[in-house]
T-cell receptor, first 112, second 112 residues
Framework: SQQGEEDPQALSIQEGENATMNCSYKTSINNLQWYRQNSGRGLVHLIL?????REKHSGRLRVTLDTSKKSSSLLITASRAADTASYFC????????????FGKGITLSVRP | DADVTQTPRNRITKTGKRIMLECSQT?????MYWYRQDPGLGLQLIYY???????NKGEISDGYSVSRQAQAKFSLSLESAIPNQTALYFC???????????FGDGTRLSIL
């Protein structure tokens, strides 16, 4: 079963606009990670936010985490056509032998 | 050179055939994973290995087997392939369970 569920399933925006993607999960986590997948390629790690962090930035990416609501959001500012990809959230459960559990992904299309 | 290399990149084969997918890494990570990706279903964990002597089943291990030949090599076998194993297969590595995973570019497998 998959822990993270992303919302929306698909998003289409104009270049220059901001893109906001959401992820909800069910059980307590150690951290939450966001990944990008370009068509036909492997997933690439974008950003990791720990359970004791509320917000994190990396370039044009901003991630928030609300553990009380068991949700996270990924904001991409000033989007570019090259941001077109699928985005996945992954949750790392508690415990020494925890594994990442991936959501089904969000397809982002950025129109030039 | 890629840090995580999967071979072959594409494979078409027939029902009942034995198939091996190979993964090698130069990152020096102890942990390696095999995932399957189907459209709309995200990533499902098949097998994972914490080190050469520690191999564990994931969510969907039936019909699959693995071998960890060395720290750098982790192969996935389909003993008798069936059409519903047609999917995109990814290998990934990580330093620990909580750390980001690094993915290969996948093997697209079609079983006729």
């Amino acid at each position: 079963s998959q822990q993270g569920e992303e919302d929306p399933q698909a998003l289409s925006i104009q270049e220059g606009e901001n893109a906001t993607m959401n992820c909800s999960y069910k059980t307590s986590i150690n951290n939450l990670q966001w990944y990008r997948q370009n068509s036909g390629r492997g997933l690439v790690h974008l950003i990791l936010i720990r359970s004791n962090e509320r917000e994190k930035h990396s370039g044009r990416l901003r991630v928030t985490l609300d553990t009380s609501k068991k949700s996270s959001s990924l904001l991409i500012t000033a989007s570019r056509a090259a941001d077109t990809a699928s985005y996945f959230c992954a949750t790392d459960g508690l415990g020494a032998n925890s594994k990442l559990t991936f959501g089904k992904g969000i397809t982002l299309s950025v129109r030039p | 050179d890629a840090d995580v290399t999967q071979t072959p990149r594409n494979r078409i084969t027939k029902t009942g055939k034995r198939i091996m997918l190979e993964c090698s890494q130069t990152k020096g990570h102890d942990r390696m994973y095999w995932y399957r990706q189907d459209p709309g279903l995200g990533l499902q964990l098949i097998y994972y290995s914490f080190d050469v002597k520690d191999i564990n089943k994931g969510e969907i291990s039936d019909g699959y087997s693995v071998s960890r030949q060395a720290q750098a090599k982790f192969s996935l076998s389909l003993e008798s392939a069936i059409p519903n194993q047609t999917a995109l297969y990814f290998c990934a590595t990580s330093r620990s369970g909580s750390q980001p995973q690094h993915f290969g570019d996948g093997t697209r497998l079609s079983i006729l």
